[in-house]
């Protein structure tokens, strides 16, 4: 199946700090990569949608100059944490679509990052 | 009322038994369903699709689908221990490409 590659897993951070986590689609081109957030014990929050050559699609309540995202390529989706804080630590897992037919792509996630700022 | 809800669980089953998940949907529209997988610390990882009434089958798991009702389901038969875990269903609505996850049913498996 699709594979959908992410890094770093971990990372630990001073309170001040800008974090970039990086997520690749390594067998398909992906035009839309998602980033989700996730809380412990808790399901998944979209937080945006990364369109490859032009701005991210922020959900309600997330803040797009705090959680920069660039989708420069057909493969590459950014998300950087900018004056990252102790509120920001979570689990950050991105996704792409990959499509086995028209109109039902599957959603497929990387290893995600978890964060931890101090 | 959430766009997609799920019982939290725990469900706990004994190994060599059938956990039957359950999950409704509000969004009457909605074309896709999703099972997913999610080991404590770890990203979900895909399960099954379903995208038509009915069930479909894939090794130990089945998925069904019924949208006069609103509600897909996912049978695991033969519970292993490994099959511990937290199950998230997704719902690709019917406009926009984004899927919504529900809360998700924590499993646990006893040997």
């Known amino acids: 199946g699709a594979v959908v590659s992410q890094h770093p897993s971990r990372v630990i951070c001073k309170s001040g700090t800008s974090v970039k986590i990086e997520c690749r689609s390594l067998?398909?081109?992906?035009?839309?990569m998602f980033w989700y957030r996730q809380f412990p014990k808790k399901s998944l929050m979209l937080m945006a949608t990364?369109?490859?050559?032009?701005?991210?699609?922020?959900e309600q309540g997330v803040e797009k100059d705090k959680f920069l995202i660039n989708h420069a390529s057909l493969t590459l989706s950014t998300l950087t944490v900018t004056s990252a804080h102790p509120e920001d630590s979570s689990f950050y897992i991105c996704?792409?679509?990959?499509?086995?037919?028209?109109?039902?792509?599957?959603?497929?996630f990387g290893e995600g990052s978890r964060l931890t700022v101090l | 009322q959430k766009e997609v809800e799920q019982n939290s669980g725990p469900l706990s089953v004994p190994e060599g038994a059938i956990a039957s998940l359950n999950c409704t949907y509000s969004d009457r529209g909605s074309q896709s369903f999703f099972w997913y997988r999610q080991y404590s610390g770890k990203s979900p990882e895909l399960i099954m699709s379903?995208?038509?009434?009915g069930d479909k089958e894939d090794g130990r798991f089945t998925a069904q689908l019924n949208k006069a009702s609103q509600y897909v389901s996912l049978l695991i038969r033969d519970s292993q221990p490994s099959d511990s875990a937290t199950y998230l269903c997704a719902v690709n609505k019917a406009a926009g490409n984004k899927l919504t996850f529900g809360g998700g049913t924590r499993v646990l498996v006893k040997p």
């Open positions: 379903i995208y038509s009434n």
């Open positions: 067998d398909f081109q992906a035009t839309t």
């Open positions: 996704s792409a679509r990959g499509w086995r037919r028209a109109g039902t792509g599957e959603l497929f």
């Open positions: 990364s369109n490859e050559g032009s701005k991210a699609t922020y």
